[in-house]
């Protein structure tokens, strides 16, 4: 990990394992004109992935527990998939009811009229061919026809890649959410976000 993600990242991830973790939270406004849409990479289709095919989504995300899954769907959730040639290699979440952030364990603060954006995925293989950012757009065109105003996600601080991403898409921080753990105590933070 020190290798591949430096020594920054290696720390937050030492300090989440001994009771410390934060993630910004980064707001699109839906209620703006979005830049046009891009076209899709020759093969690459997205469609809204039905509860019926939860095993084919499992066996891409084989680091998830099929009850997390199965919960989603429960709560309402929705997920993006992206086909490259018929095969599922990515998927996108977003939640418009109690969306949970399972890296904090708690819920994130929303308003009616706000889409939680989460857990986007692509496989090794399929990296590095704008795919996630397409699943992104498709999921704001589709919830700013749909009614909602706002847009939103979490990304860990240190994660300058996916921050940058992001902000390209038009994402800007506007929180800071988190917790601090000792034993069975627990403070939970949200402040909110300044640039410096």
């Given at each position: 990990?020190?290798?591949?993600?430096?020594?920054?990242t290696?720390?937050?991830?030492?300090?989440?394992k001994?009771?410390?973790?934060?993630?910004?939270?980064?707001?699109?406004?839906?209620?703006?004109?979005?830049?046009?849409a891009?076209?899709?990479?020759a093969g690459?289709?997205?469609?809204?992935?039905?509860?019926?095919e939860?095993?084919?989504?499992?066996?891409l995300r084989?680091?998830?527990?099929?009850?997390?899954?199965?919960?989603r769907?429960?709560n309402?959730?929705?997920c993006?998939?992206?086909?490259?040639?018929?095969?599922?290699v990515?998927?996108?979440w977003?939640?418009?009811h109690?969306?949970?952030?399972?890296?904090?364990?708690?819920?994130?603060p929303?308003?009616?009229?706000d889409?939680y954006?989460?857990?986007?995925?692509?496989?090794?293989?399929?990296?590095?061919?704008?795919i996630?950012?397409?699943?992104?757009?498709?999921?704001l065109r589709h919830?700013?026809?749909?009614?909602?105003?706002r847009?939103?996600?979490?990304?860990?601080?240190?994660?300058?890649?996916?921050?940058r991403?992001?902000?390209?898409?038009?994402?800007?921080?506007?929180?800071l959410?988190?917790?601090?753990?000792?034993?069975?105590?627990?403070?939970?933070?949200?402040r909110?976000?300044?640039?410096?």
């Amino acid at each position: 990990m020190l290798r591949d993600e430096g020594a920054r990242t290696f720390w937050f991830k030492l300090l989440g394992k001994l009771g410390y973790r934060r993630l910004y939270l980064l707001e699109c406004s839906l209620a703006e004109p979005l830049p046009p849409a891009r076209p899709l990479p020759a093969g690459l289709t997205l469609a809204w992935l039905p509860r019926s095919e939860l095993g084919e989504y499992a066996a891409l995300r084989a680091d998830e527990a099929e009850r997390d899954i199965t919960a989603r769907f429960d709560n309402g959730d929705r997920c993006l998939a992206a086909r490259l040639d018929g095969q599922l290699v990515g998927a996108m979440w977003a939640s418009v009811h109690r969306p949970r952030v399972q890296f904090l364990q708690r819920d994130v603060p929303h308003v009616a009229g706000d889409v939680y954006l989460f857990d986007a995925y692509v496989a090794a293989a399929a990296r590095g061919q704008s795919i996630a950012p397409r699943m992104s757009d498709e999921l704001l065109r589709h919830f700013q026809k749909a009614g909602s105003r706002r847009a939103i996600r979490g990304t860990a601080p240190e994660n300058t890649p996916a921050l940058r991403a992001h902000a390209k898409a038009g994402f800007r921080p506007y929180a800071l959410i988190g917790y601090v753990k000792l034993g069975s105590w627990r403070r939970d933070f949200y402040r909110p976000y300044r640039m410096s």
